[in-house]
């Protein structure tokens, strides 16, 4: 149980354009996702946290306007970065909270998505 | 603020040998601890987690004390197996709120047979 799946898990796209990342909770309901990013051999650092029917939450210099977060369903977040530059390359992984089924309220991660800008 | 520092990887040793991974945080107040493993093209899986102080976790032959006295979080194995090559994060968490997570940079461990 407590799977999270990420799509896609990768993606190429020209600088300028608008890429979209989902974030599902396969088997459990998430009030609260978390994005993160992860630059080659460096660590996840967490971008933003994601609230279910209420807007994200960003960290401390991270452009909301340029990394649009959307929590519609208790299952789903979604991460869309706008008009993307080659800096904007990178492995973007996410977490969901199970915080609702009685669980030990852990994060759960996605694989990720690496997205590379050209 | 709250950071985590983890020794530098990539760390090789052959089977059966003794693992130790460094792990040192700096915190405000007293956060839970974490080790998270991320195996090859796959997510990152919590490994163990230490809430208190003395606290050890266990998982699959790994352990770790929380050591509030020297903000540490060492994480250990007795004899590493070909299946423990991964990298390896060190965390910590607020214990309030929205829980966010602080890593270190990873550790990037090989066993070789």
């Known amino acids: 149980g407590a799977v999270v799946s990420q799509h896609p898990s990768w993606v190429i796209c020209k600088s300028g354009t608008s890429v979209k990342i989902e974030c599902r909770s396969l088997d459990f309901q998430a009030t609260t996702m978390f994005w993160y990013r992860q630059f080659p051999k460096q660590s996840l650092m967490l971008m933003a946290t994601s609230n279910e029917g209420s807007k994200a939450t960003y960290e401390q210099g991270v452009e909301k306007d340029k990394f649009l977060i959307n929590h519609a369903s208790l299952t789903l977040s979604t991460l869309t970065v706008t008009s993307a530059h080659p800096e904007d390359s990178s492995f973007y992984i996410c977490?969901?909270?199970?915080?609702?089924?009685?669980?030990?309220?852990?994060?759960?991660f996605g694989p990720g998505t690496r997205l590379t800008v050209t | 603020g709250n950071s985590v520092t983890q020794m530098e990887g990539p760390v090789t040793l052959s089977e059966e040998a003794f693992l130790t991974i460094n792990c040192t945080y700096t915190a405000t107040g007293y956060p839970s601890l974490f080790w998270y493993v991320q195996y090859p093209g796959e997510g990152l899986q919590l490994l163990l987690k230490a809430t208190k102080a003395d606290d050890k976790g266990s998982n699959k032959g790994f352990e770790a004390t929380y050591r509030k006295e020297t903000t540490s979080f060492h994480l250990e194995k007795g004899s590493v197996q070909v299946s423990d090559s991964a990298v390896y994060f060190c965390?910590?968490?607020?214990?309030?709120?929205?829980?966010?997570?602080?890593f270190g940079q990873g550790t990037r461990l090989t066993i070789n047979p």
């Open positions: 977490s969901a909270r199970d915080d609702i089924s009685g669980r030990a309220p852990e994060q759960y």
């Open positions: 965390a910590l968490s607020e214990i309030q709120g929205a829980q966010k997570l602080v």
